[in-house]
């Protein structure tokens, strides 16, 4: 049984079951030696009853010529000689939400009015020379909201044509019912006055009308007269602004609901581009992904959905998919129908763009991709495919750079819609600028005190190609082969990092990550960053992720990330408790936090025993998107994107130090990090790259990683002991089995030196830049050839953790800086 089309009524002339539920070229495309199909009038209205040939709906003949002239403008040649019109209206759009986002609904845009701003500000452009200036006044244009009116009332007509003497009735009554008569009035008194200033300007512009305008002043008589080229621009702005605002809502939509491949488009467009100007036309052909995503977008939400109905001739016999179709006789592929139909492809109902790859998923190969034609096919087909198409790609490749957007809760069932114009479906959604990850917009520049940071030249160990696609590739590959890189992988760089020899910096960094508590910079306990660091912003205090805020130099030359730590109501604040327990049970715990004690929150199911867990299982869980380490990373990049030629330094504390290190150690970033957990468990996990000569799955054995974890003995959990069934973290529902750092490991012998005991209470930032810090903390004497001389100092060492559980035995051994001591040439310190 073959269906043409599902939600279209049927009627005695309207073929019922016919053909694969496939889009038909031999309905709608070109046919050899045969005429094409003319549309159905009973839909579309008889040609002649229009009062002036207008594209859509005019006669084969006056189409041919129509169509022709029309055409010029629209080939990709002549779109690329367009092209500083439309890049004109999206760099408005982008500046236009981007001031939304400090606006009175904090980012909270409506994207269909906006997209919808846009699509007729640059077919206005295009069309008749001058925008409607909605972008600029961010409100639809009387002229278009009349449009909208009028389709309104379009659906009424349509369903006229097919029923003659209620059409006729339906025609001439609307003139009299209220709305549809003004706006019928003010649509055509508006086209037609813009039309003629338009053909006022004598300008050499080169627009889609700049040809039909040139023939038209040579008189030419098989031109477009003035009113059929009117009539053109209105169905222009009719047919080129909602669809593609709809196409464009749809993708947006789809790649929001899902994280994994919203992050892969992303990805494309971050490496495929250094800056937002090199986002054109012509670059934006290469984003495969991007573009295979707005493919599966048109599949899903194609803009005309309905079935776009010829009729045969009255005295034609039609063979259509091998079925003998008389005259007379509506037909047509409904295109929703078509696109979701499970004969043409697998999952319909899900977001897949991989199917449009080349080569796709075994599991997709058999699609019938053809089934999906958003444009429609041969003579009657879309002008503006080429125009749609630049649009999608550059509009959606400039949203991604240069937000973040998350759907408001109204838009979850924005797809369930019914309805093709957009006009009344709102798609609310929260902005946020990439450049700054949520940041609030309140980049205080704070008073300015005594307070400096020390720089030094820091050794690391990094890779060379540090972009972020290859990284990912690196751990994708270290995860699954267990390989480790070539040797010219790596390159041991010198660059500039804080000196964590210097009270005062250690100090600044401490309160840095002190300030990762308290969500407005300036008020309660806020620590005033001064000296080189006064510039701050916070991201991520809007969710219940990853915490912190940024801080900057005048100069934006470096820039300091500051992760916030866990919030158990036990230490700290207490909003984002939930989802940094799972965090710490799945980075830190040997096995999903769910081996040994009911407390313990179960964040994933490899567990396989108490003690045990499926390692392969695990990493997979690591990898999940939403996590911080990822949520970190992202951070990173848009930090990078924005200061580019910045070196950026990263801080934190506990969770957050923990976080900063293996962000540090991914990108190889100087890292100061404050009571970290132990962090080498996830970055054997998370499949960190590892330099020649080291084993990936012992991390913690690494030299010069720039990753400087500072603490003290009486701090369990910077310890790695707050384990076991009566350690106070077990009884939180904390599972930290971790119990090594990667990097260099300062240590203040507060056990040793201050008799303290072993407590959770010593964890708290604030206690240990009072008690430890402050107190302890005398300027580490660096001689010339700034060997590292702890005997001055308070700090009891810097020791690798690999020997953590070994036993009493220390060795001062220094290399020539401070920061590569030896690891397993470290104190031990006994608690
Ligand atoms: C994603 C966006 C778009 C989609 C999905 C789309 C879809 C379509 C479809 C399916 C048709 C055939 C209608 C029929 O057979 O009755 C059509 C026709 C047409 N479209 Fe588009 N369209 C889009 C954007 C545009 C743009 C941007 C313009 C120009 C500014 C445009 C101008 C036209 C014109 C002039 C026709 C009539 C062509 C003719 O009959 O020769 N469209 N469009």
């Known amino acids: 049984m073959h269906l043409f089309h599902l939600s279209t009524r049927v009627n005695e002339r309207t073929l019922p079951l016919v053909g694969l539920l496939t889009y038909r070229s031999d309905i709608y495309g070109i046919r050899a030696n045969k005429k094409q199909i003319p549309k159905d009038p009973k839909f579309y209205g008889e040609p002649d009853s229009f009062p002036v040939a207008n594209i859509i709906e005019c006669s084969e003949t006056d189409h041919a010529r129509i169509r022709r002239h029309l055409s010029y403008g629209f080939s990709e040649s002549a779109l690329y000689a367009q092209e500083p019109y439309l890049t004109k209206y999206f760099e408005l759009l982008i500046?236009?939400?981007?001031?939304?986002?400090?606006?009175?609904?904090?980012?909270?845009?409506?994207?269909?009015?906006?997209?919808?701003?846009?699509?007729?500000?640059?077919?206005?452009?295009?069309?008749?020379?001058?925008?409607?200036?909605?972008?600029?006044?961010?409100?639809?244009?009387?002229?278009?909201?009349?449009?909208?009116?009028?389709?309104?009332?379009?659906?009424?007509?349509?369903?006229?044509?097919?029923?003659?003497?209620?059409?006729?009735?339906?025609?001439?009554?609307?003139?009299?019912?209220?709305?549809?008569?003004?706006?019928?009035?003010?649509?055509?008194?508006?086209?037609?006055?813009?039309?003629?200033?338009r053909i006022g300007l004598q300008t050499d512009r080169n627009d889609i009308m700049s040809y039909p305008f040139q023939v038209l002043r040579h008189n030419n008589s098989n031109g477009m007269t003035t009113a059929e080229i009117t009539a053109a621009g209105t169905a222009l702005i009719l047919?080129?602004?909602?669809?593609?605002?709809?196409?464009?809502?749809?993708?947006?939509?789809?790649?929001?609901?899902?994280?994994?491949?919203?992050?892969?488009?992303?990805?494309?467009?971050?490496?495929?581009?250094?800056?937002?100007?090199?986002?054109?036309?012509?670059?934006?052909?290469?984003?495969?992904?991007?573009?295979?995503?707005?493919?599966?977008?048109?599949?899903?939400?194609?803009?005309?959905?309905?079935?776009?109905?010829?009729?045969?001739?009255?005295?034609?016999?039609?063979?259509?998919?091998?079925?003998?179709?008389?005259?007379?006789?509506?037909?047509?592929?409904?295109?929703?129908?078509?696109?979701?139909?499970?004969?043409?492809?697998?999952?319909?109902?899900?977001?897949?763009?991989?199917?449009?790859?080349?080569?796709?998923?075994?599991?997709?190969?058999?699609?019938?991709?053809?089934?999906?034609?958003?444009?429609?096919?041969?003579?009657?087909?879309?002008?503006?495919?080429?125009?749609?198409?630049?649009?999608?790609?550059?509009?959606?490749?400039?949203?991604?750079w240069n937000f973040d957007m998350v759907l408001c809760e109204q838009s979850r069932d924005w797809m369930q819609q019914d309805v093709v114009t957009l006009s009344p479906f709102y798609l609310p959604m929260y902005l946020t600028e990439v450049a700054t990850v949520g940041l609030m917009g309140n980049n205080n520049l704070l008073s300015v005190t005594s307070i400096t940071v020390v720089y030094i030249k820091t050794r690391i160990f990094m890779l060379v190609d540090r972009r972020r696609s290859a990284i990912e590739n690196y751990r994708a590959y270290t995860r699954s082969s267990g390989g480790t890189l070539p040797d010219d992988a790596w390159i041991m760089d010198e660059i500039d990092g804080p000196d964590v020899s210097d009270k005062e910096t250690v100090l600044t960094f401490a309160k840095m990550t002190a300030n990762d508590y308290i969500a407005e910079p300036g008020t309660g306990d806020w620590n005033q960053i001064s000296g080189r660091f006064n510039w701050s912003a916070s991201f991520g205090w809007l969710g219940d992720g990853l915490r912190g805020h940024i801080y900057a130099d005048e100069t934006n030359s470096t820039i300091i990330i500051s992760l916030k730590g866990t919030s158990p109501a036990l230490f700290d604040g207490a909003e984002t408790t939930t989802n940094d327990k799972l965090n710490d049970n799945l980075y830190f715990s040997c096995c999903c936090g769910q081996g040994g004690s009911y407390l313990w929150r179960q964040v994933c199911d490899c567990s396989t025993g108490v003690y045990t867990a499926n390692e392969t299982c695990i990493t997979e869980e690591l990898h999940n998107k939403d996590r911080y380490y990822e949520s970190a990373i992202d951070l990173y990049t848009n930090v990078t994107k924005v200061y580019p030629n910045a070196d950026v330094w990263l801080t934190g504390h506990s969770l957050g130090g923990a976080m900063s290190a293996l962000l540090g150690l991914t990108f190889g970033l100087p890292t100061v990090a404050f009571q970290a957990i132990p962090d080498a468990l996830p970055a054997a996990r998370l499949g960190l790259p590892t330099p020649p000569g080291y084993n990936g799955l012992l991390p913690q054995t690494r030299k010069n990683t720039g990753i400087f974890h500072i603490g003290h003995t009486a701090d369990p959990i910077y310890m790695g002991a707050c384990n076991g069934v009566g350690s106070t973290c077990t009884w939180a529902g904390y599972a930290f089995e971790s119990a090594c750092h990667v990097g260099e490991m300062c240590v203040y012998d507060t056990v040793g030196d201050k008799g303290w005991r072993m407590s959770i209470g010593t964890h708290r930032i604030n206690n240990?830049?009072?008690?430890?810090?402050?107190?302890?903390?005398?300027?580490?004497?660096?001689?010339?050839?700034?060997?590292?001389?702890?005997?001055?100092?308070?700090?009891?060492?810097?020791?690798?953790?690999?020997?953590?559980?070994?036993?009493h035995h220390f060795l001062y051994e220094y290399n020539e800086y401070i920061y590569y001591i030896y690891l397993q040439d470290a104190r031990m310190v006994w608690m």
């Open 239 to 400: 047919a080129g602004s909602e669809t593609t605002a709809g196409a464009l809502c749809a993708a947006t939509f789809l790649l929001l609901s899902d994280p994994d491949r919203m992050r892969r488009a992303r990805d494309e467009v971050d490496t495929a581009f250094g800056s937002e100007t090199e986002i054109t036309l012509k670059s934006t052909l290469g984003l495969k992904y991007l573009l295979a995503a707005i493919e599966e977008s048109l599949r899903m939400y194609p803009p005309v959905p309905v079935r776009l109905p010829r009729r045969t001739r009255p005295d034609s016999v039609e063979i259509i998919d091998g079925h003998v179709v008389p005259g007379g006789m509506s037909i047509g592929t409904h295109q929703w129908s078509s696109n979701r139909s499970p004969r043409n492809f697998t999952d319909p109902d899900s977001f897949i763009p991989e199917r449009w790859l080349k080569p796709p998923p075994d599991r997709y190969v058999d699609d019938d991709l053809s089934a999906v034609q958003p444009f429609s096919q041969g003579p009657r087909n879309c002008l503006g495919r080429n125009l749609a198409y630049a649009e999608l790609r550059c509009v959606m490749a400039r949203m991604l």
């Open 95 to 197: 500046s236009r939400l981007t001031e939304q986002i400090a606006g009175p609904q904090n980012g909270v845009v409506d994207l269909v009015r906006w997209y919808n701003f846009l699509t007729f500000d640059n077919i206005g452009e295009l069309s008749f020379g001058e925008p409607f200036d909605a972008l600029a006044n961010g409100d639809y244009h009387y002229w278009i909201n009349n449009i909208s009116t009028l389709l309104k009332f379009g659906r009424i007509q349509a369903f006229g044509h097919r029923y003659p003497i209620l059409g006729s009735i339906i025609k001439y009554g609307m003139f009299f019912v209220p709305g549809f008569g003004k706006a019928a009035m003010e649509h055509v008194e508006y086209g037609q006055k813009k039309t003629a200033k």
């Open 768 to 807: 240990v830049i009072s008690d430890v810090i402050e107190a302890h903390h005398v300027d580490i004497n660096i001689s010339n050839d700034q060997n590292f001389n702890v005997r001055n100092t308070r700090l009891v060492g810097m020791f690798g953790q690999n020997n953590h559980h070994d036993g």
